[in-house]
């Protein structure tokens, strides 16, 4: 894992502030395909990053409608996880779900966002210090992650093209597609709703 995002922070598509990462704006990461967030992208599925990272094979791609070549499964199972990852995912998807109701009244304030914010990135920041995967899925879960870490971007105010609301709808279909690529028995990510 830690490879794989070193990759991605000297291709310039993530970012390193201490010991997180963060998704790079845009326009540093033009070379690798990345579009910016806007209000439709929110709702449809993001695979921005997909094309940032290196594509082995896009035979075995995932079927998924709309996923990029980087979401596939392990021939037609969700990949393995293991412990540190599960224990991350479960948090940050705890965390999301908590400040739904929130989110959708509209009384989401600025300092809930960017507590919510802080816990994503110390949980990806857990699952690249400890989560050990086979390379084909920890490929897979580098592209979910860098779909999760624009979200977050977004939620914590630093992008410009998205409101904070569709920061987090865009970390829920990142957590939607861990569900769909990743073994975690009782996960279940939080559903968006409209």
């Known amino acids: 894992m830690k490879a794989r995002f070193n990759h991605l922070l000297a291709a310039g598509v993530l970012t390193a502030v201490g010991p997180l990462v963060f998704a790079a704006p845009a326009a540093a990461a033009a070379d690798h395909a990345a579009e910016p967030m806007h209000a439709s992208a929110a709702h449809e599925p993001a695979d921005a990053h997909a094309g940032a990272a290196h594509s082995h094979s896009h035979a075995h791609?995932?079927?998924h409608d709309g996923d990029g070549p980087m979401l596939r499964l392990d021939d037609g199972r969700k990949w393995a996880t293991d412990e540190a990852l599960r224990a991350s995912m479960a948090r940050i998807g705890a965390a999301v779900e908590a400040t739904l109701p929130v989110v959708h009244a509209?009384?989401?304030n600025d300092s809930q966002y960017d507590a919510l914010g802080r816990e994503i990135d110390a949980q990806v920041a857990n699952i690249v210090q400890n989560c050990?995967?086979?390379?084909?899925?920890?490929?897979?879960l580098h592209a979910i992650l860098a779909t999760m870490?624009?979200?977050n971007e977004a939620l914590q105010g630093k992008h410009a093209r998205a409101s904070r609301s569709e920061g987090v709808v865009h970390v829920v279909r990142s957590l939607e597609q861990y569900a769909d690529h990743f073994e975690h028995p009782g996960f279940r990510a939080p559903k968006p709703g409209h």
């Open 61 to 63: 791609s995932h079927a």
């Open 149 to 151: 870490l624009e979200g």
């Open 106 to 108: 509209g009384r989401m």
């Open 132 to 140: 050990e995967l086979e390379p084909a899925a920890d490929e897979v």
